[in-house]
């Protein structure tokens, strides 16, 4: 069972039925639960569009896009049925949020389905886990049944006349189905390939009708906006980055866990307050702050950062899917760069050439270069081929493999030249077994 | 409804066990589209049987309408669906960077020690498969594995022969009384 951790500058808006059994529809409903329903169903579409833009609530799957905005992109009048599709196929690697929204409560998920039917006219929605979250897929088809038995699903959904139902079903196994039109393609019984855009998913998605997609927690939060109001909620962050989100600490950390920080929370008092600081008193070396796709930052670039989505971008990386990776002094840059690139080798759909073709020379590059067998060239090579990786691919996989090896390129090119002309890894130690590739 | 779906889940034989076969039957029928079942079908029936056989395939291409080609280009795009069967219990070793920095590498060495076997191998006498996976969502729990669905989290090597004599001993328990986990880990 994940542990539950806590630290008192958490403020917690999304995290606050975490531990209480809200996962039971009675305990969700004497939590306050779907009283924010209620609220939209007398208040009207516009008005719950108005209240999610005013709340500043951006994507958490790492776009950061505005909420409300992506709402409002759906028309009104649709020759097909409209779609909410709810994004929990959560499989960044730093990034397990999800994983804690729906085992501790998968209510305020259905909530916000119907939220968001409500505001753009959807009547079918579907939460779509990645296929290792059985056990939480099993706890949210419980809690849809328990909607469904109270009326709050269904051809009339709280008496109000109008119709929402929802379907929820696990991916098999694959990262590039948590891009939003592989997504579909996944939904519609297909290989997750990406697909061409334009046309967007808010005109043209899942079965070629108007489709909204948010993440999970994205989802999770829209419930708590209109409880509280798109100015208190807005408030609690920073200018156009409202709210709280939860960051997943990970890596050599005293304390990891999910913490929920307000937005623009600093970067280094989370590392060393919120997470105790580098395990065993070590030295920082190096962040990645928002999963393994984000540009990783140096211990002088945190000195001063707030975790949000413009500063972020200021600083050359991203605030992505909230997984903070924490590096320590001990670890070699190479071999991190070589398993995260890896990942995006193994994952990479192969649908189109520079990320399938790419991702497969930087792993073969970056293993052989570990392995002591690099030529100065390669160093300037691994940048030059992420370089045209970026912006070159039918989807943003390409640009998650390619920003984060430049960026360990840029900024740790000592360390890599340390590898060169058969000398041995500088970190590998005794009893520590090199990296295998699979 | 076409008339090959129709056949399949009324008149042939199936390979599925009659639960499995009512529930594939009103999945498919729930979708706005018969197709979107698929995947969801996939990953039962691989839970049922243990992996996708040539007669799985066959059987999910008819209830669906689709062609048994059709059936594989989908199922091999899926790390999770197996066209070979698996131990009883699957060992799922995440090593990816949250894992890695917390030692994974030094607990999947374990399991390979262990059991005498690499990735994707199966024991001899099939209880146990060994796999390298990538991130299972268990970030800040490292390092993680998943048996079968179960996920074990915060992991030492030394924690390694307990887990495997655990899932061993429900082997033993359950030749013992067959209907007291019945339905779990198929």
């Known amino acids: 069972m994940p542990r539950l951790v806590s630290h008192p500058d958490e403020v917690k808006i999304i995290s606050r039925r975490f531990g209480l059994g809200a996962a039971s529809i009675d305990r969700y409903l004497e939590l306050g639960g779907y009283q924010a329903v209620k609220k939209c169903l007398a208040q009207g579409p516009e008005w719950i569009v108005e209240e999610m833009k005013a709340s500043n609530l951006r994507g958490r799957g790492g776009a950061g896009f505005s909420t409300g905005m992506k709402w409002s992109f759906v028309p009104k009048q649709a020759a ?7 994004n929990g196929d959560e499989s960044e690697p730093g990034t397990c949020k999800d994983h804690l929204i729906f085992l501790h409560d998968p209510h305020s998920v259905i909530e916000g389905t119907i939220i968001a039917g409500l505001a753009v006219g959807a009547r079918m929605g579907f939460i779509y886990l990645r296929g290792e979250y059985r056990y939480l897929l099993e706890i949210t088809e419980r809690a849809v049944a328990e909607a469904y038995a109270r009326g709050f699903l269904g051809k009339d959904i709280f008496g109000s006349g109008t119709e929402f139902q929802i379907m929820t079903q696990t991916g098999a196994g694959a990262y590039e189905v948590g891009e939003e039109s592989a997504l579909m393609e996944s939904l519609e019984g297909k290989r997750g390939v990406p697909r061409i855009k ?12 108007p489709t909204v997609i948010n993440n999970a927690e994205t989802i999770a939060t829209v419930p708590h906006v209109i409880t509280m109001g798109a100015a208190a909620y807005a408030a609690v962050g920073t200018v156009r980055n409202g709210g709280t989100r939860l960051f997943c600490l990970s890596g050599h950390i005293e304390r990891p866990g999910v913490y929920e920080l307000p937005m623009g929370y600093s970067l280094k008092k989370m590392i060393y307050e919120i997470g105790g600081g580098v395990r065993g008193g070590r030295k920082l ?7 393994s796709s984000t540009p990783v930052l140096l211990p002088e670039e945190i000195e001063t950062l707030g975790m949000d989505f413009d500063q972020l971008g200021k600083a050359g990386s991203m605030l992505g899917s909230g997984g903070v990776v924490v590096i320590d002094d001990q670890t070699c840059i190479v071999e991190f760069a070589l398993r995260t690139i890896s990942f995006y080798a193994h994952e990479s759909c192969g649908w189109c050439i520079p990320c399938r073709e790419g991702t497969d020379w930087l792993k073969k590059s970056l293993t052989r270069f570990h392995a002591g067998f690099g030529v100065p060239s390669d160093i300037d090579n691994i940048q030059y081929l992420s370089e045209n990786m970026l912006g070159r691919t039918f989807c943003p996989l390409g640009d998650a493999a390619a920003m984060p090896t430049i960026a360990f390129v840029k900024k740790f090119r000592k360390e890599f030249e340390a590898h060169l002309n058969g000398q041995p890894c500088p970190f590998a130690r005794e009893g520590v077994p090199q990296l295998t590739v699979v | 409804m076409s008339e090959n779906a ?3 889940s009324s008149e042939t034989p199936s390979v599925f066990s009659p639960e499995l076969a009512a529930r594939f039957d009103a999945l498919i029928e729930k979708y706005p589209a018969r197709r979107s079942a698929l995947i969801p079908m996939l990953l039962y029936a691989q839970d049922e049987v243990g992996y996708l056989s040539d007669a799985v395939v066959a059987e999910i291409a008819r209830r669906i309408g689709i062609t048994e080609l059709e059936v594989r280009n989908v199922a091999t795009y899926y790390s999770m669906l197996r066209f070979k069967p698996a131990g009883k219990y699957n060992i799922q070793v995440c090593t990816n960077i949250s894992c890695m920095l917390r030692g994974a590498y030094d607990l999947y060495e374990r399991f390979q020690e262990e059991l005498g076997i690499g990735h ?6 099939g209880l146990f498969s060994l796999e390298e996976v990538e991130c299972i969502g268990a970030c800040c729990w490292a390092p993680a594995i998943q048996v079968n669905y179960d996920f074990h989290d915060e992991l030492k090597p030394d924690l390694v022969p307990g887990i495997l004599a655990a899932y061993a001993q429900r082997v033993e328990d359950r030749a013992r009384d067959p209907f007291r986990e019945k339905g779990k880990n198929a």
């Open chain 1, 285 to 291: 070396k190096a962040v990645v702050p928002g999963g």
């Open chain 1, 80 to 86: 097909k049925p409209k779609y909410i599709l709810v």
């Open chain 1, 198 to 209: 334009p046309p967007f998913p808010a005109v043209v998605g899942l079965y070629g009708g």
């Open chain 2, 120 to 125: 994707k191998g199966v024991t001899a006498d």
């Open chain 2, 6 to 8: 129709k056949s399949a």
